[in-house]
Each structure stands twice: as structure tokens, then as C-alpha cells.
């Protein structure tokens, strides 16, 4: 199955180097090369297959670089494992840290040191708005400063510790000749909540060349989640139809998925604002909130125990649960009864709890497929699925 790539600027999945590649659930995965033809409004995407060296779930990498040896770090790691690439940059570009002997970046890391839990002492970065929920694994490549992680770094783990929570990650360090003792322990005190997936990789001067064989041999002592622990899925059953979903991997779906081994959940649910059905589900579970734009199809847990089936757009912060599989904004709106009276809802594991209803419908004039499964005549600008391709336009 092809996977869909990503893209990333600032605040957007962009290939790294033009070759960020999606976890596949296979050993052997297939990646996508993106081939972009610039003189067409829209470029249809060719994809050729390679194998990986790890079969590791949906996986992020996060990088600051300030000489350049992190982002080759990255390069050599994305040939080895499939991920999304996200790089961090300061807010105030051409700074020099390393200026009358590190002074810029001294003051930094000691603004950092004087009050860790203050906001205001982490130097500004540009915004990032990727939704840290998607991924399993978390990888961070940082350089090291007098000792310390990168201040640019700290910003972005300080900002996002609390939605990386539960996640497994590892950690890459750059530096020149200094040990990386003081930048594990600044990772461990910005991600308290998180799995750290084994011993941090040391990236110096002097084996920075052999970096891919470094890499390579790290990779398998990293106990990451794999592409196994994210198919997890969901089976939600309303008037008689029952339908599945994807759990993303955090710990409000581990709670879930807990209380669900000792049976299953039933719950009243009711319309609310034109866009979701929504019901409280008797038990309480951890919350990972974020800020989150929903799409038809997202399963989102409110309050810790309120569990919306959105079959509409809203925004707002709370925890993401997980996707209805294949379902067109069309096909949820009929199976929840948008707009109708209150609906009884039973989640589970497994897929007893009634019996599907298989419907076939008619042949479609509509050629395309926007990833969210919407049914569009006239694609607009984006990502769409055409006969099994995917097309930019």
C-alpha cells in the first residue's frame, strides 16, 4: 500500500533532502522518492522501493543545526530509517553563538540554567505546528553547546514535552570533542514523561565520518515502537453498524485500550455544534492536549472522559484519540445520525460486537480523492488520490 508522504515547512512535513519517507508496517517498506515536475500546476509523484534497515512505527525526527553536522547526521540516519523530518530554527536569524568565545550562546544556556521553568528564559524559535500525536517515535539530533544541549533545542523540547509524553524516543548528540553527559541530562529534565528508547548515539569530530555505520549499529539497540504497535484498532458500533478506527499512540489510547481488555465501553452519545457526537464514556483517562483543527473522521477525547466522533471541522485543544478508517464526511454524517437525537455507542477491541452492513454503491463521476476521503470533481490545491496515485497539485 502507498504510503502518503508528508510536507514540512516550518510549521509543514518537508522531506529532508527531498527524501523524508512514512513508516511502512512491513520489515520491508516501501519509500517514496518525490520527483516534482516544476512546470505543471500539478506533478504527479513517482515512487521507487528500497528496503530499510528498521521496522520501527511512525517515527519523527527533530533536528537543530548550527554548523552543518547535524543536518548530515539526519541525512545518514534518513537513509536508514523511514520518518518525517522536522528542523528547528531560531526566531532571529544570523546570530553568531560562537562569537568572543561562545559569549551569545553562554548567555543562553545560563538565562536557561537561572530559571529552567520560565517560558521566558528559552530563546524564541520559529513556530511549529506539526501534530506530535501522529508519531510513535520521536528521534532528536542535537548539537551540544559548552556541555549543554543547544538552547534552540531546549526551546522546542521545553515548548513540546508535555505532548510528547508517552512517546519513545531517542537522542543523537554533536559535538565537537566534550562528553554528552550534561546534554542527556537537559533531555531528561525537558522530557520527563517520555520512554527514552536506550543510551543516547555520541556523534563527534573524530567519527563523524563514520557516522552511518555509528548509526546503524545504534538504531537496533533502541527499543522503538514498531509499525505493529500501530495498528491498533478500534471498532465502534452505533444502530447495529459497526465500523473501525486507528488509535494513534499516546498514553490516553494506552489507558483506553486498558480499560477496554476488561470489556467493552457503551455510552449515550449526543449531538453538539454541528460537528461531532459526543458522549461521556463513564471512565476518566489521561490527556495529552494540544491545539487541533479536527477533520471528518477524528475520534477526540475532551475532558479526559468525553469521547467526540467529529463529522465535522472544529478547533480547539484537546487530546487526539485516533481515525475512522475509509469513511467520506458523507458516509459519517449518515452513520451517527448528524443532526438526529442521541445514539448509544459501544466501543471494543474486537470485531463481535454486531454484524457489519455491507453496502455497494454506485459508479461515481468523481475521479478524485482528497486524504481525508472527500469525493471532489475539480480538485483544489493539495494532496489527492487519483487512481491509486497520489498527484500535488
Not at 522501493?49 to 528498521?54: H, V
Not at 530554527?89 to 544556556?109: R, V
Not at 452492513?357 to 463521476?365: E, L, N
Request: proline share 3%; charged share 15%.
Amino acid at each position: 500500500m502507498r504510503q502518503i508522504m508528508m510536507l514540512l515547512t516550518s510549521s509543514k512535513l518537508l522531506p529532508f533532502g527531498q527524501s523524508s519517507k512514512l513508516i511502512g508496517s512491513h520489515l520491508i517498506a516501501t519509500l517514496a522518492a518525490m520527483l516534482l515536475t516544476c512546470c505543471s500546476s500539478d506533478s504527479e509523484v513517482k515512487a521507487e522501493t528500497s528496503q530499510t534497515t528498521a521496522n520501527i512505527g511512525k517515527t519523527l525526527i527533530v533536528y537543530y543545526s548550527y554548523t552543518g553536522n547535524c543536518r548530515e547526521i539526519v541525512s545518514s540516519l534518513t537513509a536508514q530509517v523511514e520518518a518525517d523530518v522536522l528542523e528547528i530554527q531560531p526566531a532571529e536569524k544570523g546570530l553568531k553563538y560562537e562569537a568572543n568565545n561562545y559569549a551569545l550562546g553562554t548567555q543562553l544556556l545560563n538565562a536557561i540554567k537561572a530559571n529552567p521553568n520560565d517560558a521566558s528564559s528559552y530563546p524564541a524559535i520559529d513556530p511549529v505546528n506539526v501534530s506530535l500525536s501522529d508519531y510513535q517515535n520521536i528521534i532528536i539530533v542535537t548539537p551540544l553547546w559548552w556541555s549543554q544541549m543547544a538552547a534552540i533545542m531546549q526551546t522546542f523540547l521545553f515548548n513540546n514535552g508535555a505532548q510528547m509524553a508517552g512517546k519513545h524516543v531517542g537522542l543523537i548528540v554533536s559535538s565537537h570533542s566534550s562528553g554528552i553527559s550534561g546534554v542527556v541530562a537537559d533531555a531528561q529534565r525537558l522530557l520527563p514523561s517520555v520512554t527514552w528508547a536506550g543510551d543516547a548515539l555520541w556523534i563527534n569530530a573524530s567519527n563523524h565520518s563514520n557516522r552511518a555505520s555509528l548509526i546503524e549499529n545504534w538504531l537496533p539497540t533502541q527499543n522503538f515502537q514498531t509499525s505493529n504497535d500501530m495498528t491498533q484498532k478500534l471498532y465502534i458500533t452505533i444502530g447495529g453498524v459497526t465500523k473501525t478506527a486507528t488509535l494513534v499512540s499516546n498514553s490516553s489510547t494506552e489507558a483506553l485500550v486498558a480499560q477496554l481488555q476488561q470489556g467493552d465501553i457503551t455510552y449515550e452519545a449526543h449531538d453538539y455544534g454541528n460537528f461531532e457526537k459526543v458522549g461521556d464514556m463513564g471512565h476518566s483517562f489521561p490527556q495529552n492536549n494540544e491545539q487541533i483543527t479536527t477533520e471528518p473522521g477524528d475520534l477526540i477525547l475532551y475532558q479526559g472522559s468525553n469521547l467526540c466522533i467529529y463529522y465535522d471541522t472544529n478547533s480547539w485543544n484537546f487530546t487526539r484519540i485516533g481515525r475512522l478508517d475509509y469513511m467520506t464526511q458523507a458516509d459519517i454524517k449518515q452513520w451517527v445520525n448528524a443532526g438526529g437525537g442521541n445514539v448509544t455507542v459501544t466501543l471494543s477491541l474486537n470485531n463481535t460486537t454486531a454484524v457489519h452492513r455491507v453496502t455497494t454503491k454506485a459508479a461515481t463521476s468523481d475521479k478524485f480523492i482528497s486524504l481525508n476521503g472527500t469525493h471532489t470533481k475539480m480538485p483544489s490545491k493539495g494532496v489527492y488520490i487519483d487512481n491509486c496515485k497520489k498527484i500535488i497539485k
